[in-house]
């Protein structure tokens, strides 16, 4: 009986691409093969690999939510060799994906919680989906707030969903740009994630807070939940090693016991703590 | 349960026409200008005579160098993508050392503790393992301290032990090992009161490998591990000699109209094995890489899967550029 080859990626034919910030663009893929699309499964919180036919595979997550069924999404900056190539593709193009891989957040032990989620750049895009997929299933949830920050008002990603939620009552949404990068007619708030954070001051009982961001971002603003008295265990993030094969094996995401792509990347700060700062 | 025999040299000459017969390859250490390396043979003496190790490792049959995992061609608003398949044949990796076989079992973690590895696993399911022990050690070797000895059974199916007589004990260990004595069981011989032990080299451990897994957390931030790679190059030469270094880069090879995926190997000695395309690389120092091979072997991995992942063949040390020399900086650990 020959077993499956892990490696090989599905086709998927990109259905819509947006542009987000410079450089940065969301692509909406569906499956090309129906049997592939109606057995896939995944979970808020894993990622994928995504192949530029031609130049190669790169990692990042899956920025759409489970519970909308039929497509995923991804948003990623042109930076390296693939994501440059992947930057160039049209609607129609057919790239290739792998995955899921990796673990999930935790939704049902959130139930009936308070949710922060503070994201910094082009980290909103792991909470995203997160962020659809609680608003996807609200009655589970408490107050849910988003602090989100970049650098200026064009780096924003996900400019009309921001608008989107801005309008919800049901979501308490906090937009910031670094000093300098507001516009005139800028109406969110100017100042670093850790500043703002600081300023709104959320209460952490029974609250979960979700971070994702630059290094510096996640530097600061640590320090400052546990301060606001979250608790190691109550405050996750989502890692980003540089990944190969996806299954543990290559070796590159090995951060002390844990191999980012299996154990990971969703990590409570307490579980962070018992791993040598490798990431 | 082992069945205990003996072959004479002659007879195992004709065991090796037996294997030829059955469509087997076989593969053993052959010896060109100093190096040893895995070669086709046919005959006994073909193998290198005497050798101690190979220069490179046993790894390459099952983990090759370069493979390829899928190719594709691209056409405007189309690909076709092709699943590859292993090219293999059944094969016999004849005399090798005690402590190459047991890397077998490192490797099998790594390919299949989690998702399984169809490529590594085509290769071992076609694979037989005659073990050939060892009657001499050297210097970098260290296999005792790391739960191996030189007559170790662990990776072989059937292992050969060199007698005085000129005959070789035969320890058949395994279902394939009865498939190859099976072939011509009239060559065998039984073997009475042959005291194995006699005839081994002698290898006191060095180390206590459970007691370096167990102190190694509490090194993390010692200045051990910059002192030790204080003359690392960064050249990778240790991981790719290495018989259970299994890290890998997976890189494309194309053109605009078609592709190929490669598995390549690759060492966590590598400055570029971890660098993010941002420019950020958790492991940017020298320093950090040395660590993170010996904590990777000796605790991460045990802490996994029960065992070390080195069979202290020695192969780094004697492969090293720097003479960095692995039992002895493992040692020091010991004793830090």
Known sequence: ?279 | MTTILKISAESLEALFAALGDSGRRILGPTETDGRVDLGEVQTPAQVADAHLQLTLSAKEAVFPRVERLLSYKTMPGKVELNDAEPDIQPTVLFGLRPCEASGFGSLDSVFNWDSRDKFFNARVEQMTVVGLSCTQADDACFCTSVGGGPGSTKGSDLLLTPLADGHYLVEILTAKGEEIQALAPHLFQPAVNEDKEALLAKLEPHFDREALTAKLPGLFTSELWAEQSLRCVGCGACAFVCPTCACFDIQEEADTKEGQRLRCWDSCGLRQFTLHASGHNPRSAQAERWRQRIYHKFSYFPQRFGEAMCVGCGKCTRACPVDMNLKEHLTQACGT
């Open chain 1, 1 to 279: 009986m020959a077993e499956r080859n892990i490696y090989l990626p599905y086709l998927m034919r990109i259905a819509k691409i947006t542009d987000e910030a410079p450089a940065v663009k969301t692509f909406r893929l569906e499956f090309i093969n129906p049997e592939e699309a109606a057995n896939f499964e995944f979970h808020t919180g894993q990622f994928g690999m995504y192949t530029a036919f031609g130049e190669g595979e790169s990692t990042f997550c899956i920025a759409s939510s489970p519970t909308r069924k039929g497509y995923i999404e991804c948003t990623f900056r042109a930076v390296g060799r693939v994501t440059s190539a992947l930057a160039t593709k049209e609607e129609g193009d057919v790239i290739g994906f792998r995955g899921p891989c990796g673990n999930l957040f935790p939704l049902e032990q959130w139930r009936g919680r308070n949710l922060l989620f503070i994201a910094g750049g082009i980290a909103l895009p792991p909470l995203r989906s997160v962020i659809w997929n609680c608003l996807d299933q609200r009655d589970w949830f408490e107050k849910i707030t988003v602090v989100y920050g970049a650098r200026s008002v064009a780096d924003l990603v996900y400019k009309h969903e921001l608008q989107d939620w801005e309008a919800r009552p049901d979501i308490d949404l906090v937009v910031t740009v670094d000093p300098g990068g507001e516009t005139a007619d800028w109406k969110g708030k100017v100042g670093f994630v850790p500043h703002v954070v600081e300023q709104l001051a959320p209460p952490s009982e029974n609250t979960v807070a979700i971070v994702c961001g630059p290094p510096v971002m996640i530097r600061f603003t640590l320090p400052l939940l546990e301060k606001l008295g979250f608790t190691p265990d109550s405050v996750y993030t989502t890692l980003e090693n540089r990944m190969k094969c996806g299954h543990g094996k290559c070796g590159r995401c090995n951060t002390g016991t844990s191999f980012i792509c299996k154990d990971g990347p969703v990590y409570t700060l307490a579980q962070l703590r018992e791993l040598p700062a490798e990431y």
